[in-house]
């Protein structure tokens, strides 16, 4: 069976966007008070938990 090659913008997507959602969240948490506080809160536990699944699911060939 043929694979495709892995392409730079495929492999880093998810981790940019994880990446951009944390520090997007941080910063809300920090400057913003009120509900914007368990929005943020509910962001990164919800980036947590991806990366939970994503590390602990078995790897496909």
Same mark, same amino acid.
């Not at 090659?5 to 008070?33: E, K």
């Given at each position: 069976?043929?694979?495709?090659?892995?392409?730079r913008?495929?492999?880093?997507?998810?981790?940019?966007? !994880?990446?951009? !959602?944390?520090?997007?969240s941080?910063?809300?948490? %920090?400057?913003?008070? &009120?509900?914007?506080?368990?929005?943020?809160?509910?962001?990164?536990? &919800?980036? %947590?938990? +991806?990366?939970? +699944?994503? &590390?602990?699911?078995?790897?496909?060939?």
């Amino acid at each position: 069976m043929k694979t495709r090659p892995l392409v730079r913008s495929r492999i880093w997507a998810i981790p940019a966007i !994880l990446a951009a !959602l944390t520090l997007l969240s941080l910063v809300i948490a %920090l400057v913003v008070d &009120g509900v914007w506080d368990s929005l943020a809160s509910a962001v990164l536990s &919800g980036i %947590l938990i +991806y990366m939970t +699944y994503a &590390g602990c699911r078995p790897r496909t060939k």
